[in-house]
């Protein structure tokens, strides 16, 4: 049973990987339909062509390698500076401008002339890249808000799941309580395992956040008021000042870093609990800050993904993952002993957090990726705006061909990343705490 619902969790997680590619591209489609851009090809995925089906001037086609998707529109790049396709060149880096501009134009009908790209006005332009993007965000947006505030996450509760016997600093390397040390200001109290606080000095408790932050802001007495057993009951407890663990601001510990704050000794409870609208923006808007500040250091995760590949290292938790590793993931959700409602919710947000990624890998402003076209468009406009001001004569288009041999350099490195992930993700895999 459980090989089989492996199985179907990762052909789910394939069907939410060609649906979000799908969904990115036809936000490039219509976009550029509706400024009157032409568009041969609109395909998901790569390599060989499994079906397709041409309606007006588009064929619409799914293809053998599900790791992407595209469409084709006339006329990307602008002609040469003389205004054709220039001539082949002996020199590499001219090739590769050369091959990029040709392909801008194949499949030119009569007509087309008034419906290339680059005819259009730059903030044009610029919606019909971000629009792939874009719908990656909303999709990942959506999904996130309905898991949150429709299922529910596991989080830290104001329930007591256990009380400390004594009081141990957090940097201790031991949780045992050593001879003659003095009872846990919650144990000293009456607080028990299964008591849910619902006031802390006469402020109602929303949540665990709050709670602890009341808890590390008091020393001497305080009052709690708890449930038990259907009853509520008042508690008196004198905090006391303790070595513990330092937060990072978004519910969970910034691991070896300590500071001195109110200790009342317990550890709360975890549970699924359904967010409000605001409590799901604030996990949201984490959930970006953290995918930026992963994007920033993927370089230096390259060493231990290396070593974790072909060496047998470690592989940690936050190591970057490709299809095949978070397909595997998607495996083990299904897998997973815990009700089919948190199975879903999991899968979801797996899904939705592939769209987050794509939608900020994608904003990176360099060639091949959407950002790159982008910011050419974006320079182009910079570059009018200034001649007109300065009464110059209109500089054109930006020719964004001319850095196709930085786009191939990227390419490159993005195809060697992209292999090292895959080897990582099928020799020392990621797996699910």
């Known amino acids: 049973m459980t090989t089989w619902m492996t199985i179907l969790g990762i052909v789910v997680f394939v069907v939410g990987l060609l649906f ?17 851009i032409r568009v041969p090809q609109y395909m998901v995925g790569f390599g060989p062509t499994l079906f397709s089906r041409k309606k007006g001037d588009t064929e619409y086609g799914i293809k053998a390698v599900p790791l992407g998707g595209y469409i084709r529109m006339i006329g990307m790049f602008p002609p040469g500076d003389d205004g054709k396709l220039q001539a082949r060149s002996t020199s590499p880096f001219r090739g590769m401008i050369e091959d990029a501009r040709s392909a801008a134009f194949e499949e030119l ?5 008034k419906r290339l790209f680059y005819t259009r006005k730059p903030w044009k332009r610029v919606i019909v890249m971000f629009a792939g993007p874009f719908m990656n965000l909303i999709l990942a947006v959506v999904i996130f808000m309905s898991v949150l505030m429709g299922f529910g996450i596991n989080t830290q509760t104001t329930q007591v799941g256990s009380v400390s016997e004594c009081v141990i600093s957090a940097a201790a390397k031991t949780d045992k309580c050593p001879a003659g040390a003095k009872d ?3 144990k000293a109290a009456g607080l028990r395992a299964g008591d849910k606080i619902v006031s802390f000095n006469g402020h109602p408790v929303p949540d665990w956040g709050a ?12 009052t709690l008021v ?3 057993h259907g009853a509520r009951k008042t508690l008196h407890a004198d905090l006391i000042e303790n070595k513990v663990a330092k937060t990072d601001g978004r519910g969970g510990y910034v691991p070896g870093e300590f500071v001195t704050a109110g200790f009342l000794g317990f550890t709360p409870a975890s549970g699924v609990v359904q967010q409000s609208f605001g409590q799901s923006v604030d996990r949201m808007g984490n959930m970006v800050e953290q995918g930026v500040s992963s994007l920033i250091n993927l370089p230096a995760k390259v060493p231990d993904l290396w070593d974790a590949a072909f060496n047998g290292g470690e592989r940690k938790q936050d ?10 993931v998607g495996g083990e959700v299904f ?17 939705a957090g592939f769209n987050l990624s794509l939608f900020l890998f994608n904003m990176l402003p360099l060639l091949p990726l959407d950002g790159g076209h982008i910011a050419g468009a974006v320079w182009e406009s910079i570059r009018r705006a200034f001649a007109k001001i300065v009464r110059r004569p209109d500089p054109g288009p930006f020719d964004v061909a001319k850095l196709m041999p930085v786009a191939y350099v990227v390419a490159g490195i993005f195809i060697c990343f992209t292999l090292l992930v895959l080897v990582a993700d099928v020799v020392n895999p990621v797996k699910l705490t």
């Open 20 to 36: 979000s590619i799908a969904w990115h591209e036809l936000g490039h489609l219509s976009t550029a339909k509706m400024f009157g």
């Open 109 to 113: 009908q009569p007509g087309d002339e």
């Open 184 to 186: 846990s200001p919650a």
């Open 211 to 222: 709670l602890q932050q009341q808890i590390r802001d008091t020393t001497g007495p305080a």
């Open 226 to 228: 708890v449930e038990r």
């Open 319 to 328: 190591s970057p993952m490709g299809v095949v590793g978070a397909a595997r």
């Open 335 to 351: 897998s997973l002993d815990i009700p089919p409602e948190q199975r879903v919710a999991t899968m979801l947000f797996l899904v």
